[in-house]
């Protein structure tokens, strides 16, 4: 089982495409691009959905690694336990369950190439420390081996949230954060970059009605809208959007009637909630997704609250969790 995705020598299928119309992010493809042709370690950083994989894709296909491995890794899929072979392999008979004949890991892998940790806050401390000591010394030791090897990678990673305050609170390491932040880009969300929605609209629409064989098209009323709509989920939200029209909408031109309710941003009055109601559940969903990440203890410190607090709001709104209060169970 393997939690890196590896691209080498071939044209990468792009989810989203780099539009750059607006001042906001032609100043971000502008420091990508002059970034790109240096060894520099980056830091991306944006909301969920901005497009952060495909900046760093764009970094590596425009730098002199391009015709070298690209390798994803989710940092928030590797177990702990996992970490160390994922990243450095091992020898034959390391551990228990290891393959016969050993394992590349993915840092030996992604030699002249660059490596992506993607989603970088999400991994434990003990596995921040390991991965530390492997970008200081650029070298690699496979697990259950007596040799290093020196690897020459690009480090990029990516994260949707603050590491600076995750320091502060002792959730990232000072060392490693330092240590990635050599460059740092920050991608602004879509709803400060209006300009480039035109663009990614129409270029949607191109790309789903060459993929599905379709000849639609939005009417001005309807990217109207969408300019005017918050896009929370940003750039994968709008893909997302618009393969669903175009895949169920049977008219050639996509009108107002067809879009969903929400993007109008004109709740009826029977959408409209009680406030505490509203508050509620917007406790709830970030103590819930704190607790997918951490320990109570961790979660409350995340949350800005203090545990008392936390378990008490825990208990309030019905959540439950396991006897380690850990993970939720709900």
Known sequence: MSFGQIQENTAEPQVFP??????????VLNLAKKVASYPTTVLISGETGVGKEVLASYIHRNSNRANYPFIKVNCGAIPESLLESELFGYEPGAFTGARREGA???LEAANHGSILFDEISELAP???AKLLRALQEREVRRVGGTWSKTVDVRVISSTNRNLREMVKKGLFREDLFYRL???HIEIPPLRKRIADIDGLLDYYVKHFSREFGLNKSLSKEVKEILRGYTWPGNVRELRNLLESL???VDKEVIDVTDLPRYTTNKPLATDIRPLKEVVDDAERQAIINALKSFSTQHAAEALGINYTTLMRKIQRLGIKTNKKNKFICM
């Open 126 to 128: 003990k596995a921040q």
């Open 246 to 248: 175009m895949v169920t």
């Open 18 to 27: 780099v539009i750059a119309i607006s001042p906001e992010m032609k100043k």
């Open 181 to 183: 932040q050599v460059v």
């Open 104 to 106: 590349q890991g993915l």
